[in-house]
C-alpha cells in the first residue's frame, strides 16, 4: 500500500539554525500539508499546498517558514532560523483531492531546538 | 482555539466489548469529519470518515455517528480488540478548505 514517507526521523538542531523537513508524498497526490504537534498539545494544521503554491497556511506559518516541490517527488518545509519553540513533530499528509478528501499522514519528524 | 473537543482523555475497554469514542465542534461550518488512531512514534492514520450529509458511517468493526443538531460525533469500536490501543483524533474541515482541525485525542487502552 503507498505511504507518506518522511526523513529524517529525528533532526536536533541548535537555535538560529535552519533546517530542511523532506516528505515524498503518496506518488499520485495532488495536495500536500504539513501539520506539527508540540508535545502534549493537539496536531495543528501549518499549510496546504496544489499546483505549486500555498493554498492556505495558518498563523503559526510565519516568514521564518517555507514549502517547496523541488521535483516530481518530494516535498520540503524549511524553516530558516529555527527557535525553541519550533520544537514538535511535523507531520506531512497528502490527499488525492483537497476537500473533503482523506489526508495520509506520514510518520513524522521529531524536531528539537536546543 | 477549541473548535474540536474529545473531552475524555482516556479509555479503558475490555477486549470483546464496545469501544465509544465521543467528539464535539463548536463550528457551524464544519461539514466533514474523520478519524485517526495513532500509535506513539508514528503518524496518523486514517480510519473512517463522514460528510454532513450522512449521519452514519461503517466499514468493517469502526461505524461512526453524526448528530450535526447536537455538533457530535462518535467511533464505536466492536468488538474491541487489543491491538486497537492508541490514541484516537478526531478532525473536521469546513466548507470550501482542507484543512483539518483536530481534537486533543483519546488514548483507547483495550485489555484482554
Known amino acids: 500500500e503507498p505511504e507518506v514517507t518522511q526523513t529524517p526521523s529525528h533532526q536536533v538542531t541548535q537555535m538560529g539554525q535552519e533546517v530542511i523537513l523532506r516528505c515524498v508524498p503518496i506518488s499520485n497526490h495532488l495536495y500536500f500539508y504539513w501539520y506539527r504537534q508540540i508535545l502534549g498539545q493537539k496536531v495543528e494544521f501549518l499549510v496546504s499546498f496544489y499546483n505549486n503554491e500555498i493554498s492556505e497556511k495558518s498563523e503559526i506559518f510565519d516568514d521564518q517558514f517555507s514549502v517547496e516541490r523541488p521535483d516530481g517527488s518530494n516535498f520540503t518545509l524549511k524553516i530558516r532560523s529555527t527557535k525553541l519553540e519550533d520544537s514538535a513533530m511535523y507531520f506531512c499528509?497528502?490527499?488525492?483531492?483537497?476537500?473533503?478528501?482523506?489526508?495520509?499522514f506520514g510518520p513524522g519528524t521529531r524536531l528539537l531546538v536546543l | 482555539d477549541q473548535q474540536v473537543k474529545q473531552n475524555s482523555p482516556s479509555l479503558s475497554v475490555q477486549e470483546g466489548r464496545i469501544s465509544i469514542l465521543n467528539c464535539d465542534y463548536t463550528n457551524s461550518m464544519f461539514d466533514y469529519f474523520l478519524w485517526y488512531k495513532k500509535y506513539p512514534a508514528e503518524g496518523p492514520t486514517f480510519l473512517i470518515s463522514?460528510?454532513?450529509?450522512?449521519d452514519k458511517n461503517e466499514d468493517g468493526r469502526f461505524t461512526v455517528f453524526l448528530n450535526k443538531s447536537a455538533k457530535h460525533l462518535s467511533l464505536h469500536i466492536v468488538p474491541s480488540q487489543p491491538g486497537d490501543s492508541a490514541v484516537y483524533f478526531c478532525?473536521?474541515?469546513?466548507?470550501?478548505?482542507?484543512?483539518?482541525?483536530f481534537g486533543t485525542g483519546t488514548r483507547l487502552q483495550v485489555f484482554p
Open positions: 499528509a497528502s490527499s488525492f483531492d483537497g476537500y473533503r478528501a482523506t489526508q495520509y
Open positions: 478532525a473536521a474541515s469546513a466548507q470550501n478548505t482542507d484543512k483539518l482541525i
Open positions: 463522514i460528510s454532513s450529509i450522512k
